[in-house]
Antibody
Framework: QVHLIQSGAEMRKPGSSVKVACRAS????????ITWVRQAPGQGPVWMGQ????????NYTQRLQGRVTITADESTGTAYMDLVSLKSGDSAVYFC???????????WGQGTQVTVSS | EIVMTQTPLSLSVTPGEAASISCRSS????????????LDWYLQKPGQSPQLLIY???YRASGVPDRFSGSGSGSDFTLKISRVEADDVGIYYC?????????FGQGTRLEIK
């Protein structure tokens, strides 16, 4: 069973960037996809994008207007979500989740709190 | 993007009784290429990450008790809990993945009476 471990909480100022890591306990993503979702306080989850490490394919939400980049390092079994030009509205818990190709996000990381404040 | 709408937004249930949550999508979630309906259900317990309950309309995820069932078709779906237990408290979300971006419903909060 895949277990995802995310990097710790981050505090950033508006206009800066943040990079959140998500490591697979088995050390590899295999033929799984990695999805990133964020959740603002009291709100539902919002899909940010996904990557299929095996093929290097990525898809992103247009809502973030090109500010997000998702990458994966198969040698370490770690995925990254990079968000730039941060705004206060980006304050949220960020989750990574993995699942079989064509399947749902079935295994989730513990979440990473990102706080954007001046 | 596909809009997901859940009702009710909250419900309070006595242990042992049944509960039902509705989810509607702004367009059909049936994939005409493979005949599958890409609607999933998640439960987010307080302070935890979402956990998968039901995928592809009606398949229970590993370890999910058979008290939980998913049904529906096209753009109208239902999650049923046959006998609610105290451990079922949290927020239930439906999610569609027939098309990108994946989108979630606004959530239904289940409380125990």
């Amino acid at each position: 069973q895949v277990h995802l471990i995310q990097s710790g909480a981050e505090m950033r100022k508006p206009g800066s960037s943040v990079k959140v890591a998500c490591r697979a306990s088995g050390g590899t993503f295999g033929n799984y996809s990695i999805t990133w979702v964020r959740q603002a306080p009291g709100q539902g989850p919002v899909w940010m994008g996904q990557i299929i490490p095996l093929f290097g394919f990525t898809n992103y939400t247009q809502r973030l207007q090109g500010r997000v980049t998702i990458t994966a390092d198969e040698s370490t079994g770690t995925a990254y979500m990079d968000l730039v030009s941060l705004k206060s509205g980006d304050s949220a818990v960020y989750f990574c989740a993995t699942g079989e190709l064509g399947g749902p996000p079935s295994h989730w990381g513990q979440g990473t709190q990102v706080t954007v404040s001046s | 993007e596909i809009v997901m709408t859940q009702t009710p937004l909250s419900l309070s249930v006595t242990p042992g009784e049944a509960a039902s949550i509705s989810c509607r999508s702004s367009q059909s979630l049936l994939d005409s290429d493979d005949g599958k309906t890409y609607l999933d259900w998640y439960l987010q317990k307080p302070g935890q990450s979402p956990q998968l309950l039901i995928y592809t309309l009606s398949y229970r995820a590993s370890g999910v008790p058979d008290r939980f069932s998913g049904s529906g078709s096209g753009s109208d779906f239902t999650l049923k809990i046959s006998r609610v237990e105290a451990d079922d408290v949290g927020i239930y979300y439906c999610m569609q993945r027939v098309d990108l971006p994946l989108t979630f419903g606004q959530g239904t909060r289940l409380e125990i009476k």
